[in-house]
């Protein structure tokens, strides 16, 4: 009787096709193994590297209220089964991360503790769960597990998620706060992008200037970033209604931070969307923000990296809130980490790796001011 149970479920099991589905999968990584990424001599244990590393900035890069001509950044690299997925930590002075600090967090990721790189969701909720802050050190552990991950896949981020390459907005290209020659000569160094990008927020005169500047060369689309810098809502208003006289689409954090109300107030009033980029680093900022912005910029030096950027779109969207990803000053690893989710933003900012003079990684490409995604596997990225 047990005899005939086993052969009838046999029968069952071979008519369903279930044997021979079951006899495919042998290894998964055997038969990714033609990737053509993944290098001989493999161990089934996930190994973190990292280095230090100072991207030059091809200019002074002056904001509303620092300037620098370095950015210090920390490199990273997470190897298994012969596969390698890149990283990267940068740090602008602001975000109150160091070299230093990234190292010692980064000495505390135990990676032992997980059987594969597939575990992606519990490996970086450890990640996430070592320290509170620590946003850029916990994204260049996310961006080089993502890149491994979509490596021994074969496929980009961007397809994993199903997203649809064509849709990607143009990227904007920063001109800094400078004098007016300088201005005027790097508008003319930006004329390759769709869009420039302004930082803004000093005083009236000099903000004008930098518009009417920019304005005197060409009237390319212009997105704001003021950085915090306006003080005064009815200020603030006054210069909104002034830039939507000169083809701007967009005031990124017009004020500061912490004035939510006054920016509900702005929002509510402004001809312009305001979005919100200080304001918002995290997942669990964006519901408070509904309403007082009409839209988030995702960066993944904030939000610490892919995996909780990819949850923000969502929650963004479900919330009817829009959506820009932007950066810090970065390699092309992060950039085109980053640029995995500009399929389902409006707009990007995604030039930070266009304003260091020493790159170190190929990725994705801006053909017509438009972000190019590739097909190539994880963040589509190869050292040069
Ligand atoms: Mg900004």
């Not at 089934?44 to 209220?65: G, P, S």
């Not at 306006?230 to 912490?258: F, G, T």
């Not at 970065?330 to 790159?359: F, K, M, R």
Request: aromatic letters at 8%; hydrophobic letters at 40%.
């Amino acid at each position: 009787m047990k005899e005939t149970i086993t052969s009838s479920r046999r029968d069952f099991l071979k008519r369903a096709g279930i044997i021979t589905a079951a006899a495919a999968v042998i290894n998964p990584f055997d038969l990714l193994a033609n990737t053509g990424y993944q290098k001989k001599g493999s161990s089934k244990k996930m190994e973190l590297t990292f280095r230090t590393f100072d991207a030059q900035m091809r200019h002074v890069f002056t904001i509303a209220n620092s300037s620098r001509t370095t950015t210090p950044i920390v490199l990273t690299e997470i190897s298994y089964d012969g596969f390698v997925g890149y990283g990267e930590a940068a740090m602008p002075p602001y975000l109150g991360e160091t070299q230093a600090s990234v190292i010692e967090f980064l000495k505390r990721v135990d990676l032992s503790r997980f059987s594969s790189p597939f575990e992606l969701q519990d490996i970086l909720t450890y990640v996430d769960s070592i320290t509170t802050n620590n946003t850029a050190a916990k994204a260049s552990v996310d961006i080089a597990l993502h890149d491994l991950v979509g490596k021994i896949m074969g496929q980009p981020w961007w397809k994993i998620w199903g997203f649809n390459s064509a849709t990607t907005p143009c990227t904007s290209f920063t001109v800094g706060l400078d004098k007016e020659d300088v201005v005027k000569e790097k508008t003319k160094e930006a004329s390759p992008y769709k869009v420039i990008k302004v930082k803004l927020g000093r005083d009236e005169a000099t903000d004008k200037m930098m518009v009417n500047t920019i304005r005197s060369v060409t009237d390319t689309t212009i997105c704001v970033d003021a950085n915090q810098g306006w003080k005064d809502k009815y200020y603030a208003l006054e210069m909104i209604n002034w830039l939507n006289e000169r083809n701007v689409s967009m005031i990124e954090q017009p004020m500061s931070k912490y004035m939510l109300d006054e920016t509900a107030w702005l929002t509510e009033r402004s001809p312009l969307p305001i979005i919100a980029d200080e304001a918002c680093q995290r997942l669990t900022d964006i519901p408070k923000l509904k309403g007082a912005y009409h839209g988030i910029n995702i960066k993944l030096m904030k939000c610490t990296g892919m995996r909780e950027a990819r949850e923000m779109v969502s929650l963004a969207k479900a919330l009817h809130m829009r959506l820009m990803v932007g950066c810090m000053t970065e390699t092309s690893c992060a950039i085109s980490a980053a640029a995995q989710i500009a399929p389902e933003t409006e707009w990007a900012d995604l030039d930070g790796n266009l304003l260091i003079a020493n790159d170190v990684y190929k990725g994705m490409t801006v053909v017509d001011g438009k972000i190019t995604l590739s097909d190539k596997p994880g963040i589509g990225i190869e050292k040069l």
